[in-house]
């Protein structure tokens, strides 16, 4: 199916509520033009990648959400930005889809950007390859979470810090820095944990990063069923 089948698709469905069009308006700084050429993207994303209508509680779904892999920390960088975390080393290949690595991705993200702060300060994506194998890394995957991070999602993407990562991540993010406009490049940082405190204050990191945060991803969780109910299942889609 075509890009232009896919907006056909996406196109037909009631009209947007307010409360998710704040969102791309917000993202895009209120320039309209901008904001439907995202709403539009997003739409084509979520229909492309299977992350239109799915039940996190169902498997392999909750599975994935349940193991922490990817999570939303209860805590701000210096300028009120939320925190989203990836942890590589609990991403295994051959035993989860894209599809199903991309719905906990989108469900979380889904809930952190009900909140007015997140909308209005943003997203900074910390994406941990401390204790990573070269087996963990998919760079299929990679390149799908920068695409749906970089222009296909509603969340106003500061900045993108990947945490010590090995020798053998060098010549991969060469390319993966291609696909990354070059306004967002200058917002990528590959950083250790020393130099990440100077993007992200100790109190806020969680210990395996060298914070000092005590963060339960049960209870953020329990959060997301919270918030999902309440809205029905039906957040930005």
Request: proline share 4%; with cysteine.
């Amino acid at each position: 199916m075509c890009s232009s089948d896919l907006w056909r698709k996406a196109n037909d469905r009631d009209e947007l509520a307010w409360s998710s069009a704040i969102k791309f308006l917000m993202a895009r700084k209120f320039n309209v033009d901008r904001a439907l050429v995202l709403y539009q993207q997003h739409e084509i994303m979520r229909i492309r990648e299977g992350l239109k209508y799915f039940d996190s509680s169902s498997e392999p779904l909750r599975k994935e959400l349940a193991q922490g892999k990817f999570t939303i920390l209860p805590s701000k960088d210096p300028n009120g930005a939320t925190l989203a975390l990836f942890n590589l080393y609990l991403h295994e290949p051959s035993e989860v889809t894209h599809q199903t690595v991309l719905q906990c991705v989108v469900y979380q993200l889904d809930i952190a950007l009900e909140d007015k702060e997140t909308q209005r300060n943003g997203l900074v994506f910390i994406y941990n390859m401390s204790n990573s194998k070269y087996s963990n890394f998919d760079y299929d995957l990679s390149q799908k979470m920068l695409t749906l991070l970089k222009g296909c999602y509603p969340a106003r993407l500061k900045k993108v810090l990947i945490v010590t990562a090995p020798l053998w991540f060098k010549a991969p993010f060469k390319v993966l820095r291609l696909f990354v406009r070059e306004k967002l490049r200058d917002r990528v940082f590959t950083v250790s944990l020393p130099q990440l405190l100077l993007h992200i204050d100790m109190a806020s990191m969680p210990k395996e990063l060298g914070g000092g945060l005590n963060y339960i991803h049960t209870q953020w969780m329990i959060m997301c069923q919270k918030v999902a109910g309440e809205k029905n299942g039906e957040l930005l889609t």
